[in-house]
């Protein structure tokens, strides 16, 4: 089994590479039983979310 | 579309820039000339630019390079002994129990989106960044800001594609637990 913290490895991997497919099935396993893993899947999208904000300017014409 | 740069739009982004700068080398004078020299690149290749990209993005994209040129310059290739002091210091060990469960529980962040047009908060994530090791952040942000891939990153750095990966790692739960600590719990008293 896979612990928290190997998650959460893989939850940033996963915004750097694509998993194999054990790791997607082994991931997709934790996350379904694991709030406290989820939270992190969400907050680290987040994460990207604001960064990805922070260059984006506001566009003038 | 008629692209053209004036000297106002470089007025406008140069405290982004130099920002941004500081955040990459770490010395504020160092920072200054950098954003001096893509200052004086910018108004003498202003009519490269097409247009297609955002005048910042295109400004941040000259940073990069004069950035590179500096580390090139300055023989900073970052060393083993470098890397395996960024990892120590983003060590993310006291955030797992010995059974790799989590020390203390992550929490539900509660409409995250509403900050993102919060001046506050990117003050709070600023904060944050500075918390990180200088290479774990330059790492972090050459991947979120850049949007590099890790290979470039590994390039350009000198790292080892796991020291990459696993700085990103750290850097990125750092960053989590201290927005999370440091913004959304006390955001959340207060309603």
């Known amino acids: 089994m896979l612990s928290c913290k190997d998650v959460s490895k893989l939850l940033s991997d996963r915004l750097d590479r694509q998993l194999g497919l054990m790791e997607r099935v082994r991931l997709r396993m934790h996350l379904v039983m694991c709030t406290g893993c989820s939270r992190v899947e969400r907050q680290l999208a987040f994460l990207r979310e604001a960064f990805s904000g922070f260059v984006k300017p506001t566009d003038r014409e | 579309l008629n692209a053209k740069i004036t000297p106002s739009d470089l007025a406008e982004h140069r405290p ?11 010395q504020r004078e160092v920072a200054e000339d ?7 690149a910018a108004m003498k290749g202003a009519a490269g630019f097409s247009g297609r990209a955002s005048v910042r993005t295109w400004l941040t994209a000259i940073l990069l390079n004069k950035v590179a040129d500096h580390r090139r310059q300055a023989g900073r290739e970052v060393s083993l002994e470098a890397q395996q002091e960024a990892l120590g210091a ?3 060990e006291a955030m797992f129990r010995a059974n790799g469960s989590y020390a203390s529980m992550p929490q539900e962040w509660r409409n995250p989106e509403e900050s993102l047009t919060d001046k506050r908060f990117s003050d709070a994530l600023e904060a944050c960044l500075g918390r990180l090791s200088e290479l774990g952040r330059q790492v972090f942000l050459l ?4 949007g590099l891939s890790i290979e470039e990153i590994c390039k350009e750095l000198g790292l080892t594609a796991t020291n990459c990966s696993v700085l990103l790692h750290r850097g990125r739960m750092r960053l989590r637990g201290c927005l999370e600590d440091g913004w959304f719990a006390k955001r959340q008293k207060q309603r």
């Open chain 2, 16 to 26: 982004y820039l130099l920002k941004y700068a500081v955040l990459q080398v770490g």
């Open chain 2, 34 to 40: 950098l954003v001096q020299e893509v200052m004086l």
């Open chain 2, 90 to 92: 983003d060590s993310i």
């Open chain 2, 143 to 146: 991947r979120e800001l850049m």
